[in-house]
């Protein structure tokens, strides 16, 4: 479990990191895009829309380094990436671990997010065919984020497609 991909953002309560990258949309993935990229940080707000950059080159990054070497190290079978604020859980594979998340978080399944995502984590997974899940809060205080997901997070820790722990 990853924590945390980008600390500086987290810290100043800002998408990109310290040098300005929107890291997710920084990864080497085939549809990376140079220049600066738009993200649509609150849809109800009048000013919604902040520019921020892709980065140098794919991967250019020193938080996008690390996570492409630990993916590449660990080799998982899946990953599940925590996002918001869209309110959904986006599994393009409409897999049975996609339609546990979305019972456990009371979020609809999606197989898009509905917009291209260009350099993003999940673009570079199914590359690498390796099966990404977005698991997309709603717009929500991370306090109570916390409260409403925790149980659910839990179980995911322990979810297996045998054996798999339903929500209560």
């Known amino acids: 479990m990853v924590l945390c991909v980008n600390p500086d953002g987290c ?31 609150n849809s109800a707000a009048e000013e919604r829309d902040v520019v921020l950059l892709t980065g140098d080159k794919p991967g250019s990054e020193p938080e996008t380094q690390a996570l492409c070497q630990l993916i590449h190290r660990i080799q998982p079978a899946w990953v599940v990436s925590f996002h918001d604020p869209l309110a959904c859980i986006e599994d393009p594979r409409h897999s049975e671990l996609g339609e546990w998340l979305a019972q456990s978080f009371e979020l609809p399944l999606v197989t898009s997010v509905g917009y291209e995502t260009p350099g993003s984590f999940g673009s570079w997974c199914a590359d690498l065919n390796l099966h990404c899940i977005t698991a997309e ?10 409260e409403k997901y925790l149980f659910a997070m839990a179980n995911l820790l322990r979810w297996h497609p045998k054996d798999a722990i339903r929500p209560s």
């Open 11 to 41: 810290q100043l309560g800002l998408r990109a990191n310290a040098n300005g990258v929107d890291l997710n949309r920084n990864f080497p993935a085939a549809n990376w895009k140079e220049g600066e990229t738009v993200y649509r940080w």
């Open 137 to 146: 809060f709603p717009p929500i205080s991370s306090d109570e984020a916390s």
